[in-house]
Structures are given as structure tokens and as C-alpha cells.
């Protein structure tokens, strides 16, 4: 994940996790779940975990601690309806803000495997 970051930096992450919530609020599967009065706030946790996950800034465990992110999403239904949408809308957020190869690939493979561990209900 190192590569990801060299490749398209910090600049590049903010602007793919832009990209990618513009979609999760229209979406109508994924916008229920998010604090709808706090999308800014959203928006920066996975930015932040993003860049510390590709080697980056260490914001995300300074302001959150140990990421945990399986207990973290307990709360919500997530079955293979949303872990697909999730990397549907990630997968667009790739192509709009026109991330290559090979950080496209590391990524998608990351966040594949990722949506799958969140996985917490069954259709
Ligand atoms: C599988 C489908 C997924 C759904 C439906 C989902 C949904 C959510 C929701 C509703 C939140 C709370 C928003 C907030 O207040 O921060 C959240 C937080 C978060 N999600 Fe996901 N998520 C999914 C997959 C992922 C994946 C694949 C990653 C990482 C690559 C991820 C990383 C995060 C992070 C870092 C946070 C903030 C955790 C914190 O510090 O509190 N999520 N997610």
C-alpha cells in the first residue's frame, strides 16, 4: 500500500474519498446509514484511515485510536447488497478521479477484501 501512496499521494486519496461520498449521499441503499447531518466528519475518517492505512499521516490513529473496523460498522446492516454498492461506488469514485495502475489494482484488492471482512448480516 506503500506504492499507493508514492503514486498518488495524500492529494490523491482526498480527492478519491471526495469522489466517493458525492456518490454515497445520493445513494439510496448507503445514505441512511451515514450521519446525515456530519458528512464532512465521515468524509475525513476514511480519508485520514486511507492515508495512514497507504503509509501516510498518522491522524487517523492519533484522533481514533486502533481503526477496529469490523466492531465499527456492528451497527449497520451490512449484508452482500451493500458491500457490493460500497465497491460499486468506490470502483466509480477510481475511474472519475482517474486512478492507474498499479495503485488501482492494490486498491481494488484492498477494498475488496476489506467490504468483505465488514460483512455482519445475512440477506
Ligand atoms: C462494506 C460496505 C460498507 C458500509 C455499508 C460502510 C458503512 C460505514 C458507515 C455507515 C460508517 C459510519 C460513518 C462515520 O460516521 O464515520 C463507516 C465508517 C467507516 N468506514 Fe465503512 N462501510 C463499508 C466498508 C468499508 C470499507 C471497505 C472500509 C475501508 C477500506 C471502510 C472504512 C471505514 C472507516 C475508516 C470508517 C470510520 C471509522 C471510525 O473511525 O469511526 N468501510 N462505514
Known amino acids: 500500500m506503500n506504492e499507493v501512496y508514492q503514486q498518488i499521494g495524500e492529494e490523491g486519496l482526498n480527492a478519491l474519498v471526495c469522489a466517493f461520498y458525492k456518490r454515497v449521499k445520493e445513494d439510496d ?3 441512511p446509514m451515514y450521519p446525515s447531518d456530519d458528512w464532512e466528519s465521515a468524509q475525513g475518517r476514511l480519508a485520514d484511515f486511507l492515508i495512514y492505512r497507504c503509509g501516510g499521516s498518522q491522524k487517523y490513529i492519533e484522533e ?11 451497527p449497520f446492516h451490512i449484508g452482500t447488497a451493500e458491500r457490493d454498492r460500497w465497491l460499486k461506488l468506490m470502483r466509480e469514485s477510481m475511474e472519475e478521479t482517474k486512478v492507474e495502475p498499479p495503485a488501482s489494482k492494490l486498491l481494488a484488492e484492498f477494498f475488496a477484501q476489506t467490504a468483505d471482512f465488514m460483512r455482519n448480516a445475512s440477506e
Open 29 to 31: 441503499l448507503l445514505s
Open 64 to 74: 481514533r485510536g486502533h481503526p477496529r473496523l469490523r466492531m465499527r460498522h456492528m
